[in-house]
């Protein structure tokens, strides 16, 4: 998006506020799906947690991607934004029977990943398919924060179970109909994924009912000029390759799933913020802007990088400063950055905020989360009211039974 624009949308809805521009996220549906242009039947289910707004599923559904989801929540947001359940899949870690039960109950693909429930819910519902994760013991990705899919990692079941799997199946009389992997973010290594992958085919050959494999996510993105992306064109000709030779092996054609949300939307978005101080200290030049990690976590949660531009004074001579939030603690979003000349008052703009950075906002220090913004075909449409006070306190229940002390005792 053009600075201009970002600016305009400041100007009429204020900061802060996130702006997401559609044809990026286009863009990256296009670019994985033509990666894999070659597999019969693909399908992508996008990662609701990344950046749930309904626009934003409305969108990525419309482009033909179905949803991946963690909680019954997404999956009515989902439901509400008028994606099909048969096109939504539930792939929750640690959640109870009953939550499972009442999302099965809607229609909705089930990925279980724990032989506890996996039994519980064989022995109940014998009927119904489901798909199961399977922890491949790869470690993969780049912050420990986001790798999923190592030996330690709570998710999945490890492929050391799967006798346990298939007792499990043979005792209930259950299908499984899917088998998936997720190994965690910022995978940069197109050979690690390659070879996570072969775990799943080796362990796909146990399930004799399998309509499709799934294999996550974890798509590294650019953060900055020059950075290093998973080679998603290298990626998508590879595993196609030994895709469509396991399909044959297999003797059915299967279904390719992923689930990327870092790659659908998070170069797609740009939060704004306004600078409300500028401060120099002996050692450094602060700009304290008007949010903090109460809106955007990923720097102070896991040392995320953010590229951060001046809109409001673009083509202004180069100064090192360190950017600040209003939170009365550590608030950090980046330190000695080379930035165009900020004045108070200047509109500056985070990039790759679209995935992990609003649905990871809160209304800590009691502040008012961001209005959200989808910038399409030229124009700026509102997806999401910045809240109100009435937001902060519709929930509280005022309980008024203390009597106000009038004398010191
Ligand atoms: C979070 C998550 C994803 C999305 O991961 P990205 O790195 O954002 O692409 C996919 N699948 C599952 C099961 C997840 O929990």
Not at 71 to 98: C, R, Y
Not at 228 to 247: A, P, V
Not at 253 to 268: A, Q, W, Y
Request: aromatic residues 10%; hydrophobic residues 40%.
């Amino acid at each position: 998006m053009e600075n201009e624009n970002l600016l305009a949308v400041a100007r009429e809805f204020e900061s802060p506020i996130y702006v997401y521009d559609s044809s990026k996220i286009i863009s990256q549906y296009n670019r994985l799906s033509g990666a894999f242009k070659k597999v019969k039947q693909v399908k992508l289910n996008y990662a609701v947690k990344a950046l749930s707004n309904i626009a934003i599923l409305k969108l990525i559904n419309s482009l033909g991607a179905g949803l991946d989801t963690v909680s019954i929540q997404e999956v009515q947001l989902g439901l509400l934004a008028g994606v099909k359940p048969e096109d939504i899949i539930f792939t929750p870690n640690g959640v109870s029977l009953e939550e499972i039960e009442e999302v099965s109950k809607l229609g909705v693909q089930i990925n279980i990943d724990n032989l506890s429930i996996l039994e519980q819910f064989g022995a109940k519902h014998p009927n119904t398919p489901v798909c199961i994760r399977i922890n491949p013991h790869v470690l993969a990705g780049g912050n420990s924060k986001i790798s999923v899919g190592h030996i330690d990692s709570k998710f999945g079941i490890s492929i050391h179970q799967i006798p346990h799997i298939l007792r499990i199946v043979e005792n209930t009389g259950m299908t499984i109909n899917g088998i998936h992997m997720h190994t965690g973010s910022d995978i940069l290594d197109v050979e690690v994924f390659l070879y996570a992958s072969e775990i799943l085919f080796e362990t796909a050959k146990n399930f004799k009912n399998l309509d499709f494999i799934d294999f996550g996510s974890g798509f590294k993105v650019p953060y900055k000029p020059g950075d290093i992306e998973t080679d998603i064109e290298e990626f998508g000709e590879k595993l196609t390759k030994r895709f469509n030779s396991f399909c044959k092996e297999y003797g059915k054609e299967l279904t390719l799933g992923f689930e990327p949300g870092k790659f659908l939307v998070s170069e797609s978005g740009y939060f704004l913020a306004k600078v409300n101080v500028v401060k120099q200290t002996t050692s450094t030049v602060f700009a304290g802007i008007d949010s903090g990690f109460n809106h955007l976590i990923r720097p102070m949660f896991y040392n995320s990088h953010h590229e951060i531009i001046n809109i409001s004074n673009p083509k202004g001579k180069e100064r090192f400063y360190s950017i600040v939030g209003y939170i009365c603690e550590t608030d950090t979003f980046a330190t000695n950055r080379r930035i165009s000349e900020i004045n108070e008052g200047d509109i500056i703009a985070f990039k790759n905020a679209g995935a992990y950075c609003f649905s990871m906002a809160s209304n800590y220090n009691s502040r008012f989360r961001p209005a959200e913004v989808l910038w399409h075909n030229g124009e700026a449409h509102l997806i999401r009211k910045r809240e109100t006070f009435e937001d902060l306190t519709k929930n509280q229940v005022d309980i008024d039974i203390f009597a106000k002390t009038t004398e010191t005792v």
